[in-house]
């Protein structure tokens, strides 16, 4: 079977894009304006061409194997709602989402695919973004899917909602469906990081792992103007504390035998994820290395769509293209 060649933008930690790889895809290229990011998708795929450049400044003309794509994929920064961008300094997350849709105007994939928060396909306050982008691209022949994944619905621990656009040109828009859930049941934390929370021989890693018998509450990367990495804002920590888990920060070891973590001093009982068992929670196979010292790592993590899901909605959009 073909595969098909894709444009990646805001590649981040490439989770997104490896997904789409998974189900088909070839990137021809991969866009990030980060040091870091490019530095993990480098070393994970060498041979994957990686363009550090911030999206807003990139011209297509300047690098002309972005047109002729099949699919242009972007894991854009989370969006705010036109009324909180104009209370803030730039709203850049906007101007990468209008980039990337004037970035679609200019090459002209057969597919679009845009990943962000579910309000953008929900909410009223982002009813201005979603007639932006189809006025910009419906001239040109696309149709617009909208519509909300659950991350946990694809085996990932995790209760991550993620609003998705798919807009596909004519010939092809009929063929798509949004992809249904791969599992039947979710898998939780416990199940997750058992093993990983059992491999220095920690003696309560049964009764933990029975105890954390839900999925996780979604990950945050968090802001790169704050400090070190945490699990989230209060409510997220109070949920993470009924699995037995300290959300104020990560460690740096697993639980030994008698479940002590040497890098944690915070005198809790409860246990500090990794940032290893981050990924894991984010569906990164084991050998996906994530460059950077912790905090850098857990943000990539972070902010990175599920390999699964991306997965999941690459199949259903190359179904759509072969059909």
Same mark, same amino acid.
């Given at each position: 079977?073909? +595969? =098909?060649?894709?444009?990646?933008?805001?590649?981040?930690?490439?989770?997104?894009?490896?997904?789409?790889?998974?189900?088909?895809? %070839?990137?021809?290229?991969?866009?990030?304006?980060?040091?870091?990011?490019?530095?993990?998708?480098?070393?994970?795929?060498?041979?994957?061409?990686?363009?550090?450049?911030?999206?807003?400044?990139?011209?297509?003309?300047? @690098?002309?194997?972005? &047109?002729?794509?099949?699919?242009?994929?972007?894991?854009? !920064?989370?969006?705010? *709602?036109?009324?909180?961008?104009?209370?803030?300094?730039?709203?850049?997350?906007?101007?990468? =989402?209008?980039?990337?849709?004037?970035?679609? @105007?200019?090459?002209?994939?057969?597919?679009?695919?845009?990943?962000?928060?579910?309000?953008?396909?929900?909410?009223?306050?982002?009813? %201005?973004?979603?007639?932006?982008?189809?006025?910009?691209? *419906?001239?040109?022949?696309?149709?617009?899917?909208?519509?909300?994944?659950?991350?946990? %619905?694809?085996?990932?621990?995790?209760?991550?909602?993620?609003?998705?656009?798919?807009?596909?040109?004519?010939? &092809?828009?009929?063929?798509? @469906? !949004?992809?249904?859930?791969?599992?039947?049941?979710?898998?939780?934390?416990?199940?997750?990081?058992?093993?990983?929370?059992?491999?220095?021989?920690?003696?309560?890693? %049964?009764?933990?792992?029975?105890?954390?018998?839900?999925?996780?509450?979604?990950?945050?990367?968090?802001?790169?103007? +704050?400090?070190?990495?945490?699990?989230?804002?209060?409510?997220?920590?109070?949920?993470?504390?009924?699995?037995?888990?300290?959300?104020?920060?990560?460690?740096?070891?697993?639980?030994g035998p008698d479940g002590i973590q040497e890098s944690d001093h915070s005198g809790s009982e409860l246990k500090k994820l990794t940032v290893d068992q981050t990924a894991i929670l984010q569906s990164f196979p084991k050998d996906w290395r994530i460059e950077g010292k912790k905090t850098w790592k857990y943000r990539q993590i972070g902010h990175a769509s599920p390999p699964p899901v991306g997965k999941a909605l690459g199949m259903a959009v190359a179904a759509a293209l072969r059909a």
């Amino acid at each position: 079977m073909r +595969r =098909l060649k894709s444009v990646d933008v805001c590649s981040g930690a490439g989770g997104l894009a490896l997904g789409l790889e998974n189900a088909g895809f %070839d990137p021809v290229l991969l866009l990030d304006n980060r040091p870091i990011a490019c530095e993990t998708l480098r070393a994970n795929r060498p041979d994957w061409n990686v363009l550090q450049l911030d999206l807003l400044d990139f011209d297509p003309v300047e @690098h002309p194997t972005s &047109y002729d794509v099949d699919l242009l994929s972007a894991g854009l !920064p989370r969006v705010k *709602s036109s009324a909180t961008a104009k209370r803030e300094e730039t709203g850049i997350e906007q101007q990468l =989402l209008r980039a990337t849709v004037l970035l679609a @105007h200019a090459v002209q994939p057969r597919a679009l695919l845009i990943e962000n928060v579910p309000e953008l396909v929900e909410d009223q306050d982002f009813a %201005d973004v979603r007639e932006y982008i189809q006025q910009e691209l *419906s001239h040109l022949n696309y149709g617009f899917h909208w519509f909300v994944v659950n991350a946990a %619905d694809f085996g990932v621990p995790q209760d991550r909602k993620q609003g998705i656009l798919v807009a596909l040109k004519e010939e &092809y828009f009929d063929g798509f @469906h !949004p992809p249904i859930p791969t599992v039947t049941r979710h898998v939780t934390v416990g199940e997750a990081l058992h093993t990983s929370m059992s491999s220095r021989g920690w003696a309560g890693a %049964d009764a933990w792992a029975a105890q954390a018998d839900h999925v996780a509450p979604t990950l945050v990367g968090g802001s790169e103007k +704050r400090g070190g990495a945490d699990l989230g804002l209060t409510g997220t920590k109070k949920a993470w504390a009924r699995m037995g888990i300290n959300g104020n920060a990560l460690a740096d070891e697993v639980p030994g035998p008698d479940g002590i973590q040497e890098s944690d001093h915070s005198g809790s009982e409860l246990k500090k994820l990794t940032v290893d068992q981050t990924a894991i929670l984010q569906s990164f196979p084991k050998d996906w290395r994530i460059e950077g010292k912790k905090t850098w790592k857990y943000r990539q993590i972070g902010h990175a769509s599920p390999p699964p899901v991306g997965k999941a909605l690459g199949m259903a959009v190359a179904a759509a293209l072969r059909a």
